[in-house]
Protein backbone atom coordinates (compact mmCIF):
# COMPACT_ATOMS: atom_id res chain seq x y z
CA UNK A 1 0.00 0.00 0.00
CA UNK A 2 1.16 3.41 -1.07
CA UNK A 3 1.55 6.18 1.63
CA UNK A 4 -0.95 7.68 -0.81
CA UNK A 5 -3.79 5.09 -0.29
CA UNK A 6 -2.45 4.24 3.43
CA UNK A 7 -6.08 5.19 5.16
CA UNK A 8 -4.20 5.51 8.66
CA UNK A 9 -3.70 9.47 7.44
CA UNK A 10 -3.38 9.96 10.75
CA UNK A 11 -1.13 7.84 13.25
CA UNK A 12 -0.33 8.74 16.91
CA UNK A 13 3.22 8.54 17.07
CA UNK A 14 3.49 10.99 13.95
CA UNK A 15 4.13 14.69 14.34
CA UNK A 16 1.30 15.99 13.15
CA UNK A 17 0.04 19.97 12.51
CA UNK A 18 -1.31 21.53 15.36
CA UNK A 19 -4.90 20.75 13.55
CA UNK A 20 -5.53 17.42 11.95
CA UNK A 21 -7.84 18.75 9.47
CA UNK A 22 -5.30 20.71 8.13
CA UNK A 23 -3.01 17.52 7.28
CA UNK A 24 -5.87 16.14 5.19
CA UNK A 25 -7.07 18.95 3.49
CA UNK A 26 -3.15 19.44 2.59
CA UNK A 27 -3.50 15.39 0.80
CA UNK A 28 -6.85 16.36 -0.83
CA UNK A 29 -5.64 19.89 -2.47
CA UNK A 30 -1.92 17.78 -3.59
CA UNK A 31 -4.23 16.37 -5.95
CA UNK A 32 -5.20 19.62 -7.96
CA UNK A 33 -9.05 18.32 -8.10
CA UNK A 34 -11.87 20.16 -10.01
CA UNK A 35 -14.02 22.20 -8.11
CA UNK A 36 -16.46 21.82 -6.44
CA UNK A 37 -14.50 19.49 -4.04
CA UNK A 38 -16.29 16.11 -2.90
CA UNK A 39 -16.23 15.34 0.51
CA UNK A 40 -18.37 12.61 1.35
CA UNK A 41 -19.47 10.53 3.90
CA UNK A 42 -22.50 7.71 4.01
CA UNK A 43 -24.66 4.97 6.51
CA UNK A 44 -27.02 2.32 6.05
CA UNK A 45 -30.24 3.10 7.33
CA UNK A 46 -30.87 0.12 9.17
CA UNK A 47 -32.10 1.56 12.28
CA UNK A 48 -31.15 4.45 15.11
CA UNK A 49 -28.63 6.98 13.62
CA UNK A 50 -27.26 7.47 16.92
CA UNK A 51 -24.34 9.97 18.17
CA UNK A 52 -21.53 7.50 16.87
CA UNK A 53 -22.97 7.54 13.32
CA UNK A 54 -22.14 11.21 13.10
CA UNK A 55 -18.82 10.54 12.64
CA UNK A 56 -19.48 9.94 9.17
CA UNK A 57 -20.71 13.72 9.05
CA UNK A 58 -18.70 15.96 11.35
CA UNK A 59 -14.99 13.96 10.49
CA UNK A 60 -16.08 15.37 6.73
CA UNK A 61 -17.75 18.45 7.85
CA UNK A 62 -14.42 19.75 9.30
CA UNK A 63 -12.28 18.95 6.72
CA UNK A 64 -14.48 20.61 4.45
CA UNK A 65 -14.57 23.65 6.55
CA UNK A 66 -10.54 23.99 6.30
CA UNK A 67 -10.99 23.42 2.63
CA UNK A 68 -13.40 26.20 2.61
CA UNK A 69 -11.59 28.64 4.55
CA UNK A 70 -8.54 28.16 1.87
CA UNK A 71 -11.10 29.66 -0.35
CA UNK A 72 -12.01 26.39 -1.99
CA UNK A 73 -15.67 25.20 -3.07
CA UNK A 74 -16.64 22.15 -1.17
CA UNK A 75 -20.16 19.70 -2.20
CA UNK A 76 -20.34 17.90 1.56
CA UNK A 77 -22.91 14.65 0.16
CA UNK A 78 -23.98 11.68 2.58
CA UNK A 79 -25.30 8.84 0.94
CA UNK A 80 -28.19 6.55 2.56
CA UNK A 81 -27.38 3.26 1.24
CA UNK A 82 -31.06 2.21 1.31
CA UNK A 83 -31.05 -0.07 -1.21
CA UNK A 84 -29.24 -2.21 1.16
CA UNK A 85 -31.63 -5.30 2.49
CA UNK A 86 -33.06 -5.76 5.47
CA UNK A 87 -31.24 -8.87 6.92
CA UNK A 88 -32.15 -8.60 10.44
CA UNK A 89 -34.96 -7.19 12.83
CA UNK A 90 -33.24 -3.83 14.98
CA UNK A 91 -34.79 -4.14 18.74
CA UNK A 92 -34.62 -0.67 19.06
CA UNK A 93 -35.85 2.24 16.65
CA UNK A 94 -36.41 5.73 16.94
CA UNK A 95 -39.72 7.97 15.58
CA UNK A 96 -38.97 10.84 13.95
CA UNK A 97 -38.93 13.38 17.17
CA UNK A 98 -35.52 11.02 18.40
CA UNK A 99 -37.39 8.88 20.75
CA UNK A 100 -36.42 5.68 21.02
CA UNK A 101 -39.05 2.90 21.02
CA UNK A 102 -38.53 -0.96 21.26
CA UNK A 103 -39.28 -3.29 18.55
CA UNK A 104 -42.92 -4.14 20.24
CA UNK A 105 -44.20 -0.96 20.40
CA UNK A 106 -44.42 -0.76 16.33
CA UNK A 107 -45.17 -2.83 13.43
CA UNK A 108 -42.91 -5.72 13.78
CA UNK A 109 -44.59 -8.17 11.86
CA UNK A 110 -44.18 -5.61 8.96
CA UNK A 111 -40.43 -5.82 9.26
CA UNK A 112 -40.39 -9.80 9.88
CA UNK A 113 -42.72 -10.10 6.64
CA UNK A 114 -40.41 -7.63 4.74
CA UNK A 115 -36.42 -9.05 5.47
CA UNK A 116 -34.53 -9.36 2.47
CA UNK A 117 -35.90 -6.48 0.77
CA UNK A 118 -34.54 -2.80 0.16
CA UNK A 119 -34.87 -0.68 3.04
CA UNK A 120 -36.51 1.83 0.69
CA UNK A 121 -38.93 -1.27 -0.24
CA UNK A 122 -39.97 -2.13 3.41
CA UNK A 123 -43.47 0.55 5.07
CA UNK A 124 -42.21 2.38 7.41
CA UNK A 125 -43.10 0.93 10.83
CA UNK A 126 -44.42 4.27 11.91
CA UNK A 127 -46.36 4.80 9.25
CA UNK A 128 -45.18 8.39 8.84
CA UNK A 129 -42.56 7.99 5.80
CA UNK A 130 -42.83 6.87 2.46
CA UNK A 131 -40.37 3.50 3.64
CA UNK A 132 -38.23 2.22 6.17
CA UNK A 133 -35.52 3.70 4.45
CA UNK A 134 -36.68 7.38 3.93
CA UNK A 135 -37.62 6.80 8.09
CA UNK A 136 -34.17 6.68 9.19
CA UNK A 137 -32.62 8.37 5.95
CA UNK A 138 -34.78 11.89 7.68
CA UNK A 139 -33.49 10.71 11.41
CA UNK A 140 -29.58 11.41 9.64
CA UNK A 141 -30.15 14.45 7.67
CA UNK A 142 -31.85 15.95 10.78
CA UNK A 143 -28.82 15.01 12.95
CA UNK A 144 -26.87 17.01 10.82
CA UNK A 145 -29.14 20.40 10.79
CA UNK A 146 -29.17 20.02 14.17
CA UNK A 147 -25.63 21.13 14.19
CA UNK A 148 -26.36 23.28 11.50
CA UNK A 149 -23.94 21.29 8.71
CA UNK A 150 -25.68 21.85 5.23
CA UNK A 151 -25.31 18.45 3.61
CA UNK A 152 -26.60 17.16 0.37
CA UNK A 153 -28.48 13.85 1.37
CA UNK A 154 -28.43 10.76 -1.75
CA UNK A 155 -30.35 7.74 -1.63
CA UNK A 156 -28.60 4.75 -3.36
CA UNK A 157 -32.00 4.14 -4.23
CA UNK A 158 -32.71 7.09 -6.42
CA UNK A 159 -29.27 6.40 -7.82
CA UNK A 160 -30.02 3.33 -9.30
CA UNK A 161 -33.25 4.41 -10.05
CA UNK A 162 -32.08 7.27 -11.83
CA UNK A 163 -29.77 5.26 -13.85
CA UNK A 164 -27.11 7.37 -12.23
CA UNK A 165 -25.46 4.08 -11.67
CA UNK A 166 -25.88 2.17 -14.75
CA UNK A 167 -22.40 3.45 -16.26
CA UNK A 168 -20.97 2.12 -13.56
CA UNK A 169 -22.84 -1.33 -13.43
CA UNK A 170 -22.63 -2.05 -17.48
CA UNK A 171 -19.11 -1.24 -17.03
CA UNK A 172 -18.86 -3.73 -14.28
CA UNK A 173 -20.17 -6.55 -16.27
CA UNK A 174 -18.70 -6.05 -19.29
CA UNK A 175 -15.03 -6.36 -17.58
CA UNK A 176 -16.59 -8.98 -15.06
CA UNK A 177 -13.12 -10.97 -15.21
CA UNK A 178 -11.43 -8.85 -14.04
CA UNK A 179 -13.79 -7.67 -11.46
CA UNK A 180 -13.53 -11.33 -10.24
CA UNK A 181 -10.12 -11.74 -10.36
CA UNK A 182 -9.57 -8.47 -8.42
CA UNK A 183 -12.26 -9.76 -5.74
CA UNK A 184 -11.35 -12.85 -5.22
CA UNK A 185 -8.00 -11.71 -3.37
CA UNK A 186 -9.89 -10.63 -0.71
CA UNK A 187 -13.27 -12.38 -0.59
CA UNK A 188 -13.78 -16.64 -0.75
CA UNK A 189 -16.10 -18.67 -3.29
CA UNK A 190 -15.73 -15.91 -6.15
CA UNK A 191 -15.61 -18.22 -8.93
CA UNK A 192 -15.69 -18.37 -12.62
CA UNK A 193 -19.81 -17.62 -12.00
CA UNK A 194 -20.16 -14.94 -9.76
CA UNK A 195 -21.58 -11.76 -11.15
CA UNK A 196 -21.04 -8.36 -9.50
CA UNK A 197 -24.78 -7.24 -9.53
CA UNK A 198 -27.64 -8.50 -7.22
CA UNK A 199 -31.24 -8.50 -8.90
CA UNK A 200 -34.44 -7.53 -6.59
CA UNK A 201 -37.04 -10.32 -7.25
CA UNK A 202 -40.09 -8.89 -8.92
CA UNK A 203 -41.92 -11.72 -7.38
CA UNK A 204 -41.14 -10.97 -3.89
CA UNK A 205 -39.29 -8.22 -3.56
CA UNK A 206 -35.94 -9.47 -2.16
CA UNK A 207 -32.43 -8.73 -3.61
CA UNK A 208 -31.32 -12.42 -4.63
CA UNK A 209 -27.43 -13.14 -5.49
CA UNK A 210 -28.17 -15.67 -8.08
CA UNK A 211 -27.92 -14.13 -11.69
CA UNK A 212 -28.48 -16.89 -14.60
CA UNK A 213 -27.20 -14.94 -17.64
CA UNK A 214 -26.32 -11.23 -18.62
CA UNK A 215 -26.85 -9.01 -21.48
CA UNK A 216 -24.76 -6.41 -20.94
CA UNK A 217 -26.48 -4.53 -24.68
CA UNK A 218 -29.97 -4.84 -23.75
CA UNK A 219 -28.89 -4.10 -19.98
CA UNK A 220 -30.77 -6.70 -18.52
CA UNK A 221 -29.63 -9.96 -16.46
CA UNK A 222 -31.44 -13.25 -15.80
CA UNK A 223 -31.70 -14.70 -12.70
CA UNK A 224 -33.26 -16.92 -10.05
CA UNK A 225 -34.77 -15.97 -6.05
CA UNK A 226 -32.29 -18.00 -4.16
CA UNK A 227 -32.23 -17.90 -0.13
CA UNK A 228 -29.74 -15.29 1.04
CA UNK A 229 -27.30 -16.19 3.94
CA UNK A 230 -28.11 -12.78 6.85
CA UNK A 231 -25.29 -14.01 9.85
CA UNK A 232 -26.64 -17.36 11.30
CA UNK A 233 -29.99 -17.32 9.92
CA UNK A 234 -30.78 -18.01 6.25
CA UNK A 235 -33.95 -15.82 4.43
CA UNK A 236 -35.52 -17.80 2.01
CA UNK A 237 -35.99 -16.75 -1.87
CA UNK A 238 -38.98 -17.62 -3.53
CA UNK A 239 -37.82 -19.34 -6.58
CA UNK A 240 -39.05 -17.01 -8.63
CA UNK A 241 -36.83 -17.13 -12.49
CA UNK A 242 -37.45 -13.54 -13.99
CA UNK A 243 -35.30 -10.78 -16.28
CA UNK A 244 -34.27 -6.96 -14.51
CA UNK A 245 -32.51 -4.41 -16.01
CA UNK A 246 -29.63 -2.54 -14.57
CA UNK A 247 -32.23 -0.54 -12.38
CA UNK A 248 -33.62 -3.18 -10.99
CA UNK A 249 -31.18 -3.96 -8.39
CA UNK A 250 -27.86 -2.80 -6.70
CA UNK A 251 -23.82 -3.73 -6.73
CA UNK A 252 -22.29 -5.58 -3.99
CA UNK A 253 -20.98 -3.11 -1.66
CA UNK A 254 -17.36 -4.20 -2.54
CA UNK A 255 -18.53 -2.86 -5.84
CA UNK A 256 -21.03 -0.62 -4.90
CA UNK A 257 -18.59 1.58 -2.29
CA UNK A 258 -16.49 2.57 -5.31
CA UNK A 259 -18.92 3.07 -7.76
CA UNK A 260 -20.29 5.88 -5.54
CA UNK A 261 -16.66 7.37 -5.74
CA UNK A 262 -16.83 7.09 -9.45
CA UNK A 263 -20.36 8.54 -10.04
CA UNK A 264 -20.14 11.12 -7.52
CA UNK A 265 -16.65 12.37 -8.34
CA UNK A 266 -15.70 11.83 -4.38
CA UNK A 267 -12.28 13.56 -3.31
CA UNK A 268 -11.90 12.75 0.52
CA UNK A 269 -13.85 10.11 2.94
CA UNK A 270 -13.46 9.80 6.04
CA UNK A 271 -14.49 6.26 7.42
CA UNK A 272 -14.27 3.72 10.96
CA UNK A 273 -11.46 1.47 10.83
CA UNK A 274 -13.58 -1.42 10.22
CA UNK A 275 -13.28 -0.36 6.92
CA UNK A 276 -9.97 0.38 6.86
CA UNK A 277 -9.23 -3.07 7.69
CA UNK A 278 -11.90 -4.45 5.27
CA UNK A 279 -14.16 -2.46 2.57
CA UNK A 280 -11.26 0.27 1.63
CA UNK A 281 -7.73 -2.27 0.57
CA UNK A 282 -10.50 -3.89 -1.66
CA UNK A 283 -12.45 -0.57 -2.92
CA UNK A 284 -9.09 1.08 -3.34
CA UNK A 285 -8.34 -2.13 -5.71
CA UNK A 286 -11.18 -2.13 -7.70
CA UNK A 287 -11.01 1.76 -8.63
CA UNK A 288 -7.57 1.11 -9.57
CA UNK A 289 -7.42 -1.60 -11.49
CA UNK A 290 -11.11 -2.44 -12.58
CA UNK A 291 -13.12 1.38 -13.14
CA UNK A 292 -9.74 2.59 -13.77
CA UNK A 293 -9.77 5.94 -11.65
CA UNK A 294 -7.43 6.98 -8.40
CA UNK A 295 -9.50 6.81 -5.42
CA UNK A 296 -10.28 9.64 -3.05
CA UNK A 297 -8.02 10.49 -0.38
CA UNK A 298 -8.83 7.80 2.96
CA UNK A 299 -9.02 8.82 6.26
CA UNK A 300 -9.87 6.39 9.44
CA UNK A 301 -11.56 7.76 12.15
CA UNK A 302 -11.59 5.68 15.77
CA UNK A 303 -15.16 5.09 17.38
CA UNK A 304 -15.94 6.93 20.38
CA UNK A 305 -17.70 4.90 23.00
CA UNK A 306 -20.38 6.15 25.20
CA UNK A 307 -20.39 5.77 29.09
CA UNK A 308 -17.46 3.31 28.46
CA UNK A 309 -19.21 0.96 26.48
CA UNK A 310 -20.21 0.41 22.62
CA UNK A 311 -22.90 1.82 20.62
CA UNK A 312 -25.51 -0.47 20.37
CA UNK A 313 -28.67 0.15 19.70
CA UNK A 314 -30.12 -3.78 20.24
CA UNK A 315 -28.51 -3.25 24.22
CA UNK A 316 -30.28 0.88 24.15
CA UNK A 317 -26.41 2.05 24.53
CA UNK A 318 -27.68 4.59 22.41
CA UNK A 319 -27.73 8.77 22.61
CA UNK A 320 -29.23 10.65 19.68
CA UNK A 321 -27.81 13.90 18.35
CA UNK A 322 -31.16 15.23 19.54
CA UNK A 323 -30.94 14.20 22.82
CA UNK A 324 -27.61 15.49 23.59
CA UNK A 325 -28.27 18.75 22.62
CA UNK A 326 -30.39 18.88 25.50
CA UNK A 327 -27.64 19.18 27.96
CA UNK A 328 -24.93 20.91 25.59
CA UNK A 329 -24.93 23.80 22.75
CA UNK A 330 -24.15 22.68 19.62
CA UNK A 331 -20.89 24.13 19.48
CA UNK A 332 -19.58 22.14 22.67
CA UNK A 333 -20.72 18.76 20.33
CA UNK A 334 -19.21 20.42 17.51
CA UNK A 335 -15.98 20.98 19.43
CA UNK A 336 -16.00 17.36 20.32
CA UNK A 337 -15.82 16.56 16.66
CA UNK A 338 -12.51 18.89 15.90
CA UNK A 339 -10.39 16.87 18.14
CA UNK A 340 -7.82 14.50 16.48
CA UNK A 341 -10.03 11.39 15.43
CA UNK A 342 -6.71 9.26 15.33
CA UNK A 343 -7.44 9.32 18.78
CA UNK A 344 -10.01 6.66 20.92
CA UNK A 345 -12.52 9.11 23.36
CA UNK A 346 -15.69 7.78 25.40
CA UNK A 347 -18.43 10.45 25.20
CA UNK A 348 -19.05 9.91 29.07
CA UNK A 349 -22.63 12.04 29.91
CA UNK A 350 -22.50 11.82 33.52
CA UNK A 351 -19.00 14.05 32.67
CA UNK A 352 -20.43 15.99 30.35
CA UNK A 353 -19.07 19.28 33.25
CA UNK A 354 -15.95 18.17 31.82
CA UNK A 355 -16.00 18.50 28.42
CA UNK A 356 -17.76 22.12 28.74
CA UNK A 357 -15.01 23.49 30.94
CA UNK A 358 -12.41 21.95 28.18
CA UNK A 359 -14.70 23.88 25.17
CA UNK A 360 -14.72 27.40 27.59
CA UNK A 361 -10.81 26.77 28.15
CA UNK A 362 -10.57 26.11 24.29
CA UNK A 363 -12.30 29.29 23.38
CA UNK A 364 -10.67 31.36 25.89
CA UNK A 365 -7.49 30.72 24.34
CA UNK A 366 -8.96 31.85 20.94
CA UNK A 367 -9.98 35.14 22.50
CA UNK A 368 -6.32 35.49 24.41
CA UNK A 369 -8.08 35.80 27.74
CA UNK A 370 -6.13 32.72 28.87
CA UNK A 371 -2.66 31.58 28.12
CA UNK A 372 -1.77 28.92 25.92
CA UNK A 373 1.19 27.44 24.17
CA UNK A 374 1.97 28.03 20.23
CA UNK A 375 0.27 24.72 19.33
CA UNK A 376 -3.14 25.40 21.42
CA UNK A 377 -3.23 28.72 19.94
CA UNK A 378 -2.73 27.65 17.02
CA UNK A 379 -5.72 24.84 17.22
CA UNK A 380 -7.89 27.53 18.57
CA UNK A 381 -7.35 29.65 15.59
CA UNK A 382 -8.26 27.16 12.91
CA UNK A 383 -10.53 24.75 15.10
CA UNK A 384 -12.78 27.63 17.11
CA UNK A 385 -14.40 29.27 14.15
CA UNK A 386 -15.33 25.99 12.83
CA UNK A 387 -17.22 25.06 16.04
CA UNK A 388 -18.90 27.62 16.95
CA UNK A 389 -19.54 29.09 13.03
CA UNK A 390 -19.94 32.47 14.43
CA UNK A 391 -16.82 34.15 16.15
CA UNK A 392 -18.50 37.14 18.96
CA UNK A 393 -16.19 37.93 21.17
CA UNK A 394 -19.02 39.17 23.55
CA UNK A 395 -20.41 35.85 24.49
CA UNK A 396 -21.06 35.22 28.22
CA UNK A 397 -20.04 31.27 29.22
CA UNK A 398 -21.54 30.50 32.47
CA UNK A 399 -19.76 27.42 34.20
CA UNK A 400 -21.56 24.70 33.31
CA UNK A 401 -21.75 23.28 36.78
CA UNK A 402 -22.20 26.89 38.53
CA UNK A 403 -25.43 26.69 35.21
CA UNK A 404 -26.26 23.15 37.07
CA UNK A 405 -26.46 25.08 40.28
CA UNK A 406 -28.88 27.51 38.69
CA UNK A 407 -30.76 25.48 37.56
CA UNK A 408 -32.02 23.61 40.99
CA UNK A 409 -34.26 27.87 41.10
CA UNK A 410 -37.03 27.75 38.27
CA UNK A 411 -36.69 31.78 38.92
CA UNK A 412 -35.00 33.24 35.94
CA UNK A 413 -34.71 36.83 37.78
CA UNK A 414 -32.90 34.85 40.43
CA UNK A 415 -30.56 32.97 38.28
CA UNK A 416 -29.55 36.48 36.82
CA UNK A 417 -29.06 37.94 39.63
CA UNK A 418 -27.13 35.06 41.38
CA UNK A 419 -25.10 35.20 38.07
CA UNK A 420 -24.17 38.87 38.19
CA UNK A 421 -23.38 39.46 41.81
CA UNK A 422 -20.56 36.06 40.99
CA UNK A 423 -19.72 38.01 38.36
CA UNK A 424 -20.37 35.66 35.32
CA UNK A 425 -22.53 38.02 33.52
CA UNK A 426 -20.79 41.65 32.84
CA UNK A 427 -22.45 44.80 33.59
CA UNK A 428 -22.35 45.83 29.85
CA UNK A 429 -22.85 42.34 28.35
CA UNK A 430 -25.41 42.77 25.21
CA UNK A 431 -28.80 41.36 25.80
CA UNK A 432 -27.84 38.48 23.65
CA UNK A 433 -25.11 37.28 25.19
CA UNK A 434 -27.17 37.16 28.66
CA UNK A 435 -30.06 35.22 27.46
CA UNK A 436 -27.42 33.00 25.53
CA UNK A 437 -25.91 32.75 28.83
CA UNK A 438 -28.55 32.03 30.95
CA UNK A 439 -29.84 29.35 27.97
CA UNK A 440 -26.87 27.37 29.24
CA UNK A 441 -28.97 26.65 32.86
CA UNK A 442 -31.91 24.73 31.09
CA UNK A 443 -29.11 22.09 29.36
CA UNK A 444 -27.28 22.25 32.99
CA UNK A 445 -30.63 21.26 34.29
CA UNK A 446 -31.17 18.46 32.05
CA UNK A 447 -28.07 16.75 32.56
CA UNK A 448 -28.65 17.24 36.57
CA UNK A 449 -31.47 15.24 35.71
CA UNK A 450 -30.76 12.47 33.56
CA UNK A 451 -28.00 11.57 35.23
CA UNK A 452 -29.53 12.14 38.24
CA UNK A 453 -26.31 13.88 40.21
CA UNK A 454 -25.44 16.32 42.87
CA UNK A 455 -26.83 18.90 41.08
CA UNK A 456 -30.41 17.34 40.55
CA UNK A 457 -32.44 18.81 43.49
CA UNK A 458 -34.75 21.71 43.23
CA UNK A 459 -34.61 24.59 45.78
CA UNK A 460 -37.35 25.25 47.46
CA UNK A 461 -38.20 29.19 47.54
CA UNK A 462 -41.44 29.95 46.78
CA UNK A 463 -42.50 28.53 50.39
CA UNK A 464 -40.55 27.01 53.27
CA UNK A 465 -41.03 22.94 53.61
CA UNK A 466 -42.60 22.19 56.99
CA UNK A 467 -39.54 21.03 59.04
CA UNK A 468 -39.72 19.88 62.83
CA UNK A 469 -36.70 21.68 65.22
CA UNK A 470 -35.89 21.37 68.75
CA UNK A 471 -34.96 24.54 70.10
CA UNK A 472 -30.76 23.78 70.39
CA UNK A 473 -31.16 23.04 66.66
CA UNK A 474 -33.31 26.42 66.24
CA UNK A 475 -30.19 27.87 68.05
CA UNK A 476 -27.57 26.88 66.06
CA UNK A 477 -29.77 28.06 62.68
CA UNK A 478 -29.62 31.36 63.67
CA UNK A 479 -25.96 31.37 64.49
CA UNK A 480 -25.23 29.96 61.32
CA UNK A 481 -27.69 32.25 59.92
CA UNK A 482 -25.31 35.17 61.75
CA UNK A 483 -22.29 33.96 59.87
CA UNK A 484 -23.41 33.72 56.89
CA UNK A 485 -24.59 37.70 57.15
CA UNK A 486 -21.00 37.86 57.87
CA UNK A 487 -18.91 35.97 55.29
CA UNK A 488 -19.49 34.48 52.01
CA UNK A 489 -16.81 32.66 51.54
CA UNK A 490 -18.23 28.89 49.96
CA UNK A 491 -15.94 27.12 52.03
CA UNK A 492 -15.72 29.03 55.20
CA UNK A 493 -19.53 28.63 55.68
CA UNK A 494 -18.83 24.78 54.69
CA UNK A 495 -16.79 24.86 57.23
CA UNK A 496 -18.71 26.72 59.36
CA UNK A 497 -21.62 23.97 59.44
CA UNK A 498 -19.48 21.56 60.62
CA UNK A 499 -18.63 24.22 63.75
CA UNK A 500 -22.23 25.23 64.43
CA UNK A 501 -23.03 21.34 65.23
CA UNK A 502 -19.99 20.36 67.21
CA UNK A 503 -20.85 23.55 69.38
CA UNK A 504 -24.58 22.82 69.33
CA UNK A 505 -23.64 19.18 70.57
CA UNK A 506 -25.75 18.05 67.09
CA UNK A 507 -24.79 14.87 65.07
CA UNK A 508 -22.92 16.69 61.81
CA UNK A 509 -25.28 14.35 59.45
CA UNK A 510 -28.14 15.86 61.01
CA UNK A 511 -27.37 19.28 60.68
CA UNK A 512 -27.01 19.05 57.13
CA UNK A 513 -29.95 16.96 56.49
CA UNK A 514 -31.63 20.18 58.52
CA UNK A 515 -29.96 22.54 56.08
CA UNK A 516 -31.02 20.34 52.81
CA UNK A 517 -34.76 19.66 54.28
CA UNK A 518 -35.04 23.72 54.93
CA UNK A 519 -33.72 24.31 51.10
CA UNK A 520 -34.77 21.37 49.35
CA UNK A 521 -37.23 19.64 51.54
CA UNK A 522 -34.94 16.19 50.85
CA UNK A 523 -32.81 14.40 53.21
CA UNK A 524 -29.90 15.22 50.88
CA UNK A 525 -28.10 17.51 48.42
CA UNK A 526 -24.92 19.38 46.71
CA UNK A 527 -22.11 20.43 49.03
CA UNK A 528 -24.16 22.86 51.07
CA UNK A 529 -22.04 25.68 51.96
CA UNK A 530 -21.22 26.42 48.23
CA UNK A 531 -24.44 26.08 47.12
CA UNK A 532 -25.90 28.42 50.15
CA UNK A 533 -22.71 31.06 48.91
CA UNK A 534 -24.15 31.22 45.89
CA UNK A 535 -27.15 32.23 46.58
CA UNK A 536 -28.60 35.84 47.25
CA UNK A 537 -27.85 35.94 51.22
CA UNK A 538 -30.79 38.13 52.56
CA UNK A 539 -32.74 34.76 51.22
CA UNK A 540 -30.70 32.40 52.59
CA UNK A 541 -30.37 34.05 56.31
CA UNK A 542 -33.98 34.68 56.31
CA UNK A 543 -34.71 30.80 55.56
CA UNK A 544 -32.06 29.92 58.24
CA UNK A 545 -34.06 32.35 60.52
CA UNK A 546 -37.25 30.37 59.29
CA UNK A 547 -38.39 33.04 58.72
CA UNK A 548 -39.29 32.84 54.67
Keep these: MTAESDPYTL ?54 ERLRDRGHEVRQVFTTDDRDPLRKLPRKLADLDGNLVDLGDVDAGALGRNLGKPYTDIPDPFGCCDSYGEHFSSLIAESAALLDVSLDVVSNTEMYESGEFEDATRYLLTNADRAREVLAEYQDKIDAEYVPFNPVCENCGKITETVTAVDVEAGTVDYVCTDMEAGDRTIEGCGHEGTATLREGKLPWRFEWPAQWRSLGVDFEPFGKDHAEGSWPSGEDIARNVFEFDPPVPMVYEWFTLNGEPFSSSEGNVVLVSDVLEMLEPEVLRYFFTKDPSRARDFDISRLDQLVDEFDNFEAVYFGEREGDERERELAERAYPIAVREVREERVRLPYTFAAVLGMTEDED ?43 YELKRREMPGVELDENTEAALDELADFVEREDDPEAIQGEIYETAKRHDIPVGDFFSVGYRLFFDEEQGPKLGPFLAKLDETFVVARLRRER
Design 414 to 456: LREEIARREGHIPADAPDWAIEEALARVERAREWARRTDNEFN
Design 11 to 64: REDDEHRAFWADEVADRVLDRDPDEPIVVKGGISPSGVPHLGNVNEIMRGYVVA
